[in-house]
């Protein structure tokens, strides 16, 4: 019997521990709220940052920023793909920047 319980408890912790990510939402509350959208556009030689600031007030679009910054590249790298077929090719594509957003 014991061992019944211990094997519950232990179940119900490790589920309890899944991963979830409250913050994402669908859609922001237009209420009163800035949305932001980054996207960076790989041109040859740079890259091209646009920010996207969308000020909600009372469920109406109040004003949209918007602001475009050049960046220098950041060359290549080598992705591996799988085909249709399955079969697997290296590719040499153009590297990304990772986002980091902090909200004060």
Do not use: R
Not at 19 to 25: G, H, R, T
Not at 30 to 48: A, L, P, Q, R
Not at 69 to 89: A, F, I, N, R
């Amino acid at each position: 019997m014991k061992k019944l319980l211990l094997l519950i408890v232990l179940a119900t912790l490790l589920n309890s521990c899944e991963e979830k990510n409250e913050d994402i939402v669908s859609e922001p509350n237009k209420d009163g709220s800035i949305e932001t959208i980054v996207s960076v556009k790989h041109e040859d030689g740079f890259d091209i940052l646009t920010t996207t600031h969308k000020v909600w007030v009372k469920n109406q679009l109040d004003k949209t920023l918007i602001k475009v910054d050049t960046l220098k590249s950041l060359g290549l790298t080598t992705v591996e793909g799988e085909d249709q077929d399955g079969y697997v090719e290296k590719a040499q594509v153009k590297k990304d920047y990772e986002f980091y957003i902090t909200v004060k």
